[in-house]
């Protein structure tokens, strides 16, 4: 069979059997599927737009992803250099670099080993993936040369870079001599998260080689996401810089969709160590979060909230500056920050993400990176993040139960999360998925705020419940509960419309238990 007709024969054959992507015509997904979580993904790093589902949410909205993937940004001969993946395309090839040039290109024949390779413990020869497992292309393996699977199920890939075939013109973006091996993993299981976080949690591990003749500098590493969970539109974007967190939330939402950067790229630290595929490293460390992209739609006026179209702007991006290269200030404090929207929901300080910052609301997602870093030939970086989705009562709670979650997978080595056994479960799904046994008053959400926003309470027993709200002068301003109340979770909508800005505290009493809190109007 001549090349002309092998390649018309794997196309027909593809075409006939996966989901092809909008720009390769070989983009074949897989889907993880060992616990909780369903997350598709294919040969050229992201979820192909097939989703990503989470069961712990009613199965009539369980979505939780649209689309993500890895993007790489650098300069060569000091000009922005980028690949990435984004909400309609990925910019990558399948298949790794070879002789050079990139796989599809140098050997087209051998397209069908350019897949992902799904392999669950348990798993013989019977299985082609376990059995045609691609060594070769940097696949890991066990002590025994045979597939090493981390967790209790992986999807392993390799894509690249360098195929000028594969770069829409939406970003006019540069080949780059870069290859990714991709290993996505999960543990087996079907717990809540009181029982087993695990059960909830997917990894994806990236390890980049530069197969090029020349540095790249000042090199981001960057991950992108779509998140889309019950409504759509108010999917709001925030960072926690102490967990090393990406999320998105709303506060009408009982859900809470992040990734935390695990284990960032290295560079050299003296008297340091760091983890480098699963190993420790000398004189080394871990790049942590260097900037924060919140990203709430792809067309408006706002450049730190909207998706730039232009390579410039990811660069500017990726070292912390809004799309026009501007450094951002942060409103509550009036500092310069690479974090925008870092403020705590839970406490209702800091700068927060609200309605006002929100446009059509068209997309919901964001970016962070890691970096800078020099990138020599020949060199290898490796990159560790997980997904994990949280419920509560609502979306301050799920807040706090990711948040929980996170910090359990952080504080663990790697070979815990990679091939532990042990089961870990958050103590707070039962403070809100059960009656509460105390009295509590939330900080309002948003705060500052104009003009509207929510007071959460909780009762560990029928009350009589009074929430007033007063002046800075002491004055009473309005009554917003004044009557007998069952034991359980209340949420209190008040609009200050016609007031003038200012400070205003708001109590609540209920049986011997009263609590005032502050909080700030500004128009």
Known sequence: MNKLSTLLFITLLLIGSDVLAQYHPFNRTRI????????????????????????????????????????????????????????????????PILDGQPAFVSHPEDSLRYRVYKVTEGDDTTNIDYAEWPVDFGAPVDQNGKPMILGDQILWTVYNALDSTVNPDFYKQTDLPIEIQQTVFAKRGSAQDDEDIFSNVAFIE???????????DSTYIGFWTDIDFFDLLKNFPGVDTSLQLGYCWNYDDPAAVGYTLLYGPVVPATGEKAIFKGKKLENYKNLPLSAFKPIIERFGTNPIFIEPDTIIGIWNNARGYDNNGNIIIDPTTGNPTTFPVSGDPVTGDGWLFTDEYNGTGFEAGFAFYSGPFQFAPNDTQWVMIALVPATGYDGITSIIHLREKVSILRSLPYDSLAFGSDHYGITSVKDISETPVVYKLYQNYPNPFNPRTIITYTLPEYSNVKLKVFDLLGNEIATLVDEEQAAGFHKVNFDAGKLSSGVYFYRLQAGSYVETKKMLLIK
């Open 206 to 216: 990236w390890t980049l080689i530069n197969k090029g003749d020349v540095e790249i």
């Open 32 to 95: 993880l599927d060992i616990n909780n979580i369903k997350l598709w993904q294919n040969n050229v790093g992201s979820c192909n737009q097939i989703d990503a589902r989470w069961k712990l949410l009613p199965q009539d909205d369980d979505r939780i992803i649209w689309e993500h993937g890895i993007r790489i940004i650098g300069k060569i001969n000091n000009e922005p250099v980028a690949r990435l993946i984004n909400w309609y395309f990925s910019s990558y090839s399948p298949g």
